[in-house]
C-alpha cells in the first residue's frame, strides 16, 4: 500500500555514555519519567502526528527493546495497513554486515521503505525526549519545497559546540553544516530529525554506499553532500522542549524536569499522550508515616519514608525512616529501612540493605571515577547492595565494582 511517508526509528545505538545502564539493553529501552522507556517519545509523536508506519532499526542488545515492541499495539500501531516493524541487520544471499553508519541503516532497509512507495521518509533518533508534531514539520517540508528538512533547537552560542551545527539565512534555507565546531557561527543544533524526498535520498545513499571512504553517516556524508550539491535544504525551528538523554547528567535532569510548579516537562497533556506499556499493576501505597513532596510516584510502588523531589518507578518499594532527595529509582528497586538516597540514579531490580547511604559526601582520602556521572550516584540494574554500605557521590556501583564499597561494611 502507498504511503506518503514512512518513518525510519535509528534505535541501534550502545549508548556507552549512559554506562551501566545500556550494558544489557540498547539506549532507547532506558526507563524514563516514571513509567516510560526513552522509545515511548518518538512512537507516540509519530501517532500523534498521523504516521502510522514506523520502522525501527536495531542493532546494539535488542533483545528488551525487541520484547518492549511487541506488536506496536501500546502505540496504537498494530495496523494491517502499517505498523511498527523492528529491523535489525540481516544476511541476503551476496552479503550481511553490520551497519556502519546511520546513513548505512537506512540504505540497508531501502526495500522496507520501497515497498510502501514513500515520497517522503521521516528519519528519527530513538535517544531524545520530546513533544513534536512531525505533520507540521512535513508541511513545512511540502511548502518550501526542500529536498530535506532538518529540525534544529536553538541553544547558547557557549554551549554550541557541542552539536551539529545548521546555520541558515533569514528564510531557513541551510547554508553550511558544521559539526561540533569549535567556534560556531549560530546556535542552530540538529535535533537529529530530517525529513527527506525519497527518491533523492535514495540516489545519495547509493552513491555514499559505494565510496569505500564513507563513514555512511547523516551528519557526516549524506547532508555535506547535498548541500555541495546545491540541494534546497531548510532548518525548521523547534521551540518546544527537547533534550538529548544520552548521558547519565542529562537522564537525571530531564526526570527532574518533570517535577516542579510548573514542570518543564510537562507530559500530563490529554491532547498529546505519550503512551507506553499499561502494566495492571495496583495503586501506589503510602503509609501513614510517609511524606512525599514534589514527586512523581508510579502505581505498583510503596512508599513508607520520606520521598523528595523525586520519581519513583513502578514496583519501587522504600521501607521505613529512608529518605529519598532528587533520585530517580527504577522499577522494582526495593529500598530497606534507615537508608539515605541523595541525587542518584537506581537501578532496575536494585535491593539496597538496612542502614545504607547512597549519594553521601566523599570522606577523607576518598575518590571516585566520576567521569561519566559527576555528581550524581549511580546503581547498576540488578545489583543487590549489603546493609550498612556507603557509596559515595559519583560512584558507579555494578557487580564489578561493588565490592569497593562493601569492604568495610
Known amino acids: 500500500m502507498k504511503k506518503k511517508i514512512v518513518a525510519m526509528l535509528l534505535a541501534g545505538g550502545q549508548g556507552s555514555r549512559l554506562g551501566i545502564l545500556t550494558s544489557h539493553m540498547a539506549k532507547p529501552a532506558v526507563p524514563f519519567g516514571g513509567k516510560y522507556r526513552i522509545i515511548d517519545f518518538p512512537l ?14 536495531t542493532q546494539y542488545r535488542p533483545l528488551a527493546l525487541n520484547s518492549y515492541l511487541g506488536t506496536g499495539q501500546h502505540w496504537d500501531l498494530d495496523r494491517s495497513t502499517g505498523g511498527v516493524f523492528v529491523l535489525p541487520p540481516y544476511m541476503t544471499e551476496k552479503d550481511g554486515r553490520w551497519y556502519s553508519g546511520t546513513a548505512n541503516a537506512i540504505w540497508q532497509n531501502r526495500e522496507f521503505i520501497d515497498q510502501y512507495d514513500a ?30 528538512t532538518i529540525a534544529v533547537f536553538r ?11 545548521m546555520n541558515a539565512d533569514e528564510q531557513n534555507n541551510i547554508t553550511s553544516f558544521e559539526e561540533k565546531p569549535k567556534n560556531p557561527k549560530s546556535g542552530n543544533a540538529s535535533m537529529g530529525i ?16 559505494n565510496d569505500p571512504t564513507s563513514e555512511n553517516d547523516f551528519g557526516k556524508n549524506i547532508i555535506p553532500a547535498m548541500l555541495n550539491a546545491g540541494e534546497k535544504m531548510m532548518a525548521y525551528p523547534f521551540d518546544g522542549y527537547w533534550k538529548d538523554v544520552g548521558t547519565i ?13 510548573p514542570p518543564v516537562l510537562d507530559l500530563n497533556d490529554p491532547k498529546w499522550r505519550i503512551y507506553t506499556h499499561n502494566l495492571a499493576l495496583p495503586p501506589h ?3 501513614r508515616n510517609a511524606k512525599v513532596s514534589d514527586s512523581l510516584v508510579t ?7 520520606v520521598v523528595k523531589h523525586s520519581v519513583l518507578f513502578a514496583g519501587a518499594h522504600e521501607d521505613i525512616n529512608t529518605e529519598i532527595d532528587d533520585s530517580v529509582v527504577f522499577p522494582n528497586a526495593m529500598i530497606g529501612k534507615s537508608c539515605k538516597i541523595t541525587k542518584a540514579i537506581i537501578g532496575e531490580n536494585v535491593v539496597i540493605g538496612d542502614g545504607c547511604t547512597i549519594g553521601g559526601p566523599l570522606r577523607s582520602g576518598e575518590t571516585v571515577d566520576n567521569r561519566l556521572t559527576d555528581d550524581i550516584t549511580l546503581i547498576g540494574n540488578d545489583v543487590t547492595i549489603p546493609a550498612g554500605t556507603y557509596v559515595p557521590q559519583g560512584a558507579v556501583v555494578n ?3 561493588l565490592h569497593l564499597f562493601t569492604k568495610e561494611a
Open 119 to 148: 515520497e517522503y521518509v521521516l528519519i528519527l533518533s530513538g535517544d531524545h525526549i520530546y513533544k513534536m508534531d512531525y505533520h507540521k514539520m512535513l508541511k513545512f517540508h511540502i511548502q518550501n519545497n526542500a529536498a530535506a
Open 194 to 209: 530530517y525529513i527527506f524526498n525519497w527518491k533523492t535520498l535514495r540516489s545519495y545513499m547509493e552513491k555514499d554506499d
Open 249 to 261: 547528567t542529562s537522564l537525571w535532569e530531564a526526570n527532574m524536569d518533570m517535577l516542579g510548579n
Open 399 to 401: 557487580a564489578e565494582t
Open 299 to 305: 502505581e505498583g510502588s510503596v512508599v513508607r519514608g
Open 155 to 165: 541553544v547558547p552560542l557557549s554551549e554550541a559546540h557541542r552539536f551539529g551545527i
Open 285 to 287: 501505597y503510602m503509609d
Open 44 to 57: 507516540s509523536n509519530c501517532v500523534n502526528s498521523g504516521i502510522d508506519t514506523v520502522g525501527v532499526l
